[in-house]
């Protein structure tokens, strides 16, 4: 019984997913663009001191701290460096977390 109704979850899941797929599509885009305006240097990948002059445009008193935690939370590998990968990943975590 339990194990049918993982089942029946996990096909709700997919209908949603392919419901809103052609919004996603333009939801990943935006998330690109959002990605592309933190990259300073235009290298693909978002170092500290960019990620904190991006969030200092919002917040002038952010601490060097926060901005550490902040990438920490996205840097899903753990180099220091948060690629696009791991910037839309850690989007889509922090929805999926929402929607639970």
Excluded: C, P
């Excluded at 990605?35 to 960019?50: P, Q």
């Amino acid at each position: 019984m339990l194990d049918r109704m993982r089942r029946s979850n996990a096909h709700l899941s997919t209908i949603h997913f392919l419901r809103n797929s052609a919004d996603m599509s333009d939801e990943i885009l935006a998330h690109l663009e959002e990605f592309k305006v933190l990259d300073l240097n235009a290298d693909g990948l978002l170092e500290k001191k960019e990620i904190l002059s991006s969030i200092r445009k919002e917040d002038e008193d952010i601490e060097i701290e926060d901005a550490d935690a902040f990438i920490e939370d996205l840097d899903i590998s753990g180099d220091g460096l948060v690629s696009w990968s791991e910037y839309y990943t850690s989007l889509i975590s922090q929805e999926i977390e929402v929607e639970l």
